[in-house]
T-cell receptor, first 113, second 113 residues
Framework: DAKTTQPPSMDCAEGRAANLPCNHS???????VYWYRQIHSQGPQYIIH???NNETNEMASLIITEDRKSSTLILPHATLRDTAVYYC??????????????FGKGTKLSVIP | KAGVTQTPRYLIKTRGQQVTLSCSPI?????VSWYQQTPGQGLQFLFE???????NKGNFPGRFSGRQFSNSRSEMNVSTLELGDSALYLC????????????FGEGSWLTVV
């Protein structure tokens, strides 16, 4: 299974961009990269996902390198409410349309006032 | 559009008992997956159901089971509860297309005493 590597923790000043890196060097061509975040005691919140191209939505931008071995999640203007654990996940197909999300330990992002 | 709904939100059971948790996916979503989250093991995949059939299963003992109904609602059951089954149980739903978005519910907190 494609594994992901993320720094265990990061700090970001409020109002600045938060850039969260993720390595997924063993990713296969048909495996998507997903980003979720989880605030304590709540279910993971979907942020964004992509396959090859960079993606942007109202929450964040996802930059995937050309070789797809790494990606960066960008929160353009971090707020205190963005403090959470951020998970970078590779969705692994399991045949017959089934898939599996394998979570690592994520990055604990602390947004500092 | 309503999100993924899980019930009950919190429950306490005694060792040896069994428990049933319920998940209502987002309207139109036919795939439901279950995950267990504990402080020690993180988020781990339990199983996925699609069209009332289990499509994929994680590495959990047979005490963990599930089912899906024709309206896509799903239940998971844990029999002969052990202290180590205390966890946050999360349900995720998707429409199972190629680059689909996968949404999680808020989870059910199970405490086994």
């Amino acid at each position: 299974d494609a594994k992901t590597t993320q720094p265990p923790s990061m700090d970001c000043a409020e109002g600045r961009a938060a850039n969260l890196p993720c390595n997924h060097s063993t990713i296969s061509g048909n495996e998507y990269v997903y980003w979720y975040r989880q605030i304590h005691s709540q279910g993971p919140q979907y942020i964004i996902h992509g396959l090859k191209n960079n993606e942007t939505n109202e929450m964040a931008s996802l930059i995937i390198t050309e070789d797809r071995k790494s990606s960066t999640l960008i929160l353009p203007h971090a707020t205190l409410r963005d403090t959470a654990v951020y998970y970078c996940i590779v969705r692994v197909p399991r045949g017959a349309g089934s898939y599996q999300l394998t979570f690592g330990k994520g990055t604990k992002l602390s947004v500092i006032p | 559009k309503a999100g993924v709904t899980q019930t009950p939100r919190y429950l306490i059971k005694t060792r040896g008992q069994q428990v049933t948790l319920s998940c209502s996916p987002i309207s139109g979503h036919r795939s439901v997956s279950w995950y267990q989250q504990t402080p020690g093991q993180g988020l781990q995949f339990l199983f996925e159901y699609f069209s009332e059939t289990q499509r994929n299963k994680g590495n959990f003992p047979g005490r963990f089971s599930g089912r899906q109904f024709s309206n896509s609602r799903s239940e998971m059951n844990v029999s002969t509860l052990e202290l180590g089954d205390s966890a946050l149980y999360l349900c995720a739903s998707s429409d199972r297309t190629g680059g689909n978005t996968i949404y999680f519910g808020e989870g059910s907190w199970l405490t086994v005493v």
